[in-house]
């Protein structure tokens, strides 16, 4: 692999650009145990149940997320532009062979040659706050706190299924 394709790849995940003061501007991951409510969501085959969310600015949400489906998604907060930019990240990961059907699969990084194996790839995980894998017949949780009001998604973005309509309403009212 030549260090041109891969190296978009190794900043993947760290989105400075949506993020203000170290924190993404519509918010921040926050602890289970300060959750203000708690939203669960059933994770089907290309769609979220239920579909939209209305939540309010400075409120902590956890988010149980129970995936029902028979394949592995995600659920991933920000808006479109957030969601179109992963989507090209998880694309070249797909293509690279590192999405298995239980997320993420480690990589060995000796054979990329080109001195790709002394590279530091810890930012090549996938470990953004706002985004958790759930394999198929799986749950996780996410727990967030809304800075601000705002029109917001939450979606998959494996390639093909936000496309596939795995996308749905964050409502953040003031």
């Given at each position: 692999?030549s260090?041109?394709?891969?190296?978009p790849?190794l900043?993947?995940?760290?989105l400075?650009?949506l993020?203000?003061?170290g924190?993404?501007a519509?918010?921040?991951?926050?602890?289970?145990?300060?959750?203000?409510?708690?939203?669960?969501?059933?994770l089907g085959?290309?769609?979220?149940?239920p579909?939209?969310?209305?939540?309010?600015?400075?409120?902590?949400v956890?988010?149980?997320?129970?995936?029902?489906?028979?394949?592995l998604?995600?659920?991933?907060?920000?808006?479109?532009?957030?969601?179109?930019?992963?989507?090209?990240?998880?694309?070249?990961m797909q293509q690279?062979?590192?999405?298995g059907?239980?997320?993420i699969?480690?990589?060995?990084?000796?054979?990329?040659?080109?001195?790709?194996?002394?590279m530091?790839?810890?930012k090549?995980a996938?470990?953004d706050?706002?985004t958790?894998m759930i394999?198929?017949?799986?749950?996780?949780?996410?727990?967030w706190?809304?800075a601000?009001?705002?029109?917001?998604?939450?979606?998959c973005n494996i390639?093909?299924?936000y496309?596939?309509?795995?996308?749905?309403?964050?409502?953040?009212?003031?």
């Amino acid at each position: 692999m030549s260090a041109r394709l891969f190296l978009p790849l190794l900043c993947a995940f760290s989105l400075p650009a949506l993020a203000e003061g170290g924190h993404f501007a519509f918010g921040q991951p926050a602890e289970a145990a300060k959750a203000d409510r708690t939203i669960e969501i059933t994770l089907g085959d290309m769609y979220y149940e239920p579909s939209s969310v209305q939540v309010k600015a400075g409120e902590t949400v956890r988010f149980v997320l129970n995936n029902q489906g028979s394949l592995l998604h995600e659920f991933s907060l920000g808006d479109a532009a957030m969601h179109a930019e992963h989507q090209k990240h998880m694309l070249m990961m797909q293509q690279m062979g590192m999405i298995g059907e239980d997320g993420i699969k480690p990589m060995d990084h000796s054979s990329m040659g080109q001195g790709m194996a002394g590279m530091d790839h810890g930012k090549m995980a996938h470990d953004d706050p706002n985004t958790v894998m759930i394999p198929a017949g799986k749950s996780a949780e996410l727990t967030w706190t809304f800075a601000k009001a705002t029109g917001l998604e939450f979606a998959c973005n494996i390639p093909g299924h936000y496309q596939a309509g795995m996308v749905g309403k964050l409502d953040v009212q003031p």
